[in-house]
């Protein structure tokens, strides 16, 4: 006879699901404990009363589909509210890159004014405007209304909206079909990626070809980026991981290209699993590549910890040596992925005096976690700092380019990976 269920603990019964194939995810990839969020910036007011809020960041592998994906820990409406709109076309950089897209996919699949051109997360419409210029029709989808307006005003037509499998069967039925669809670095920020996939194959006509930029885990891995995980990002994506998703949609990809853009991206072209369109030799060897690293093998990602725990330590001894000898240490960039860096390896005010940025939104504001202060580059000449720590290690020659007159008062540049060294 059964024993009575007395509502004990059963094997797999309080893990987390697997946000696309439901499996309990028994594997961690890396627990960053509690943090707060990345984008929240304190005031003087603030850091007084104390009330930051840190969430669990805990990061976990699905052992069937090998689905990178954090914990659901904050509540949505925290994300929405502290952060602040988020403007693509600020970044000129991101500008010409859309640029440079809008043309490429033109020439490649024969757009023209018959065609129809969808993107998802459409922003400010920074994408969008480039095609409109070559008289393709576009549709934006855009769940930010800010920032829609800001599309509508020159031009896009753009609907307010979170994209679904039900708004991508409303686009489809009101007779919005799509030549082609893009979703630029959108994937990894949705919580629920089959459903969001899913309504790519409603509105993507039979030969139609949909892109997706992602930041690729092999890079992440590879190059140790843990500092790119935070709690807007839901998942850490693998072509492994995104290609299963995609077939249990209808959709398959057939092409890829390696983008320089967060560290290291791809951009995935795909399809309607009955399409026309042939899988390259591109596509193959990523697969290829992906198979070689180990990552469908789940003792790859147990290996990830390790190596982290590896550049905290040469971070900390760095900070320790320096401050022995008094060094004056300060940081440079305010961005997301500083803040996880410093808050993983618990560095507080004490340790960095400063962090110089550029943008005067967060000058005079506090680190979330860390609580330090944040300072425009012009007050560099007063601090002269012994070492500047360049934490966007994206952006390291710019920076070493713009703060190249602090070697006048014998200022060091350092960086931290994959451990923290003194640039000669
Ligand atoms: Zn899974």
Redesign the pocket.
Known sequence: MPLPDRGLPRPGMSLPL??????P?VHTFLDLGNQPLANSYLTAEQLVAGTEKAYPLHVRV??????V?ADDAVPANAIFDETYAYFSSYSTSWVAHAKAYARAMTERFGLNPGSLVVEVASNDGYLLQHFVEMDIPVLGVEPTANTAKVALDRGVRTDVMFFSEQTGRLLSARGDRADLMAANNVLAHVPNIGDFVAGFRHVLKDEGVATFEFPHLLNLIQKVQFDTIYHEHFSYLSLL?VE?VLRANGLRPFDVERIVTHGGSLRLFCCHLGSRHEETDALTKVREEEQAEGLSQIETYAGFAPRVEAVGESFRAFLATGKASGRRIAAYGAAAKGNTFLNTFGTISNDIIGVFDASPAKQGRFLPGSHIPVLAPADIRQVRPDDLIILPWNLKDEIMTQMAFIEDWGGRFVTTFPETKVLA
Do not use: I, K, W
């Open positions: 697997c946000r696309f194939c439901r499996t995810l699905c052992d069937n589909c090998f689905l994906q991981a299963q």
